[in-house]
């Protein structure tokens, strides 16, 4: 399981420090700093990072408003941007608004503000096409990872990693190797959110066909990497077994 990463552009050390320590604190990764319009862009291509949080003055331009406009130009790239500045003109606040922002703050600000933001953010680009595609209570689907709210953290999860979602009193459990989650959905509505690989094989259970470790045809029970054994009923055995390639 992972968390949030996110890349950090900041021209100040000392001010990339105190960001780096508070996101590390916040249990977030940090996949890189920047300091410059260049290195910025590099390392977006090279990590695709979550979250970017952009200092908009760096070296004495405002670059950090270009950083966010050529993200922008490719839509199926775009990530949420949180701005920082100590700048407090308007001028300066519409440029970065015309960005399309997920949020500003001005400095200096505190860690549990900087938490609030990227929460906001995160939150915030549920509705935002290309980006989130299903706000699931609990989580977001975002491509192909979603993202599980536990307390003050929201962590990523790869669509692979999971095995199955059960129905949980009136919540959905979803099952990772390591981790469940719950979410506040039924496991109607997440069956028609889900990628193909993903099969309902009893009312009550949804797998991951990717995940399946072997099939009991005996006694119809799938075993899935984690070891969990779920039953298959009669309703939706030909649905499992017609996405299967099944060698004799």
Known sequence: ??????????????????????????????????????????????HTPDVLIVDIMLHGK?????????????????????FLTHLMDQETFEMARKTNPFNYLLKPFHARELEFAIELAVELSVNSPGLFTANTGNSALVKEDLYFKKGNYLFK??????????????????????????????????????????????????????????????YMEVEMSNQKIIPVSKTFRSGLFDRLKIIQ
């Open 62 to 82: 405002k670059d950090g408003i270009n950083i966010a406009e050529k993200i922008n130009e490719t839509p199926s790239k775009r990530k949420p941007v949180i």
């Open 157 to 218: 999860v790869p669509l692979a990693s999971i095995d199955s979602i059960d129905v949980d009193g009136k919540y959905c459990s979803v099952h990772t190797p390591d981790n469940r989650f719950l979410v506040q959905k039924s496991l109607k509505e997440l069956e028609t959110e889900l990628p193909t690989s993903f099969c309902r094989i009893h009312r009550n259970h949804i797998i991951n066909s990717s995940n399946i470790k072997r099939i009991d045809t005996a």
């Open 1 to 46: 399981m992972n968390s949030l990463n996110i890349l950090i552009v900041e021209d100040n050390p000392e001010e990339a420090t105190f960001l780096e320590t508070t996101l590390r604190e916040l249990s977030y990764e940090v996949v890189g700093i920047a300091d410059s319009l260049e290195t910025a862009l590099g390392l977006f291509y090279a």
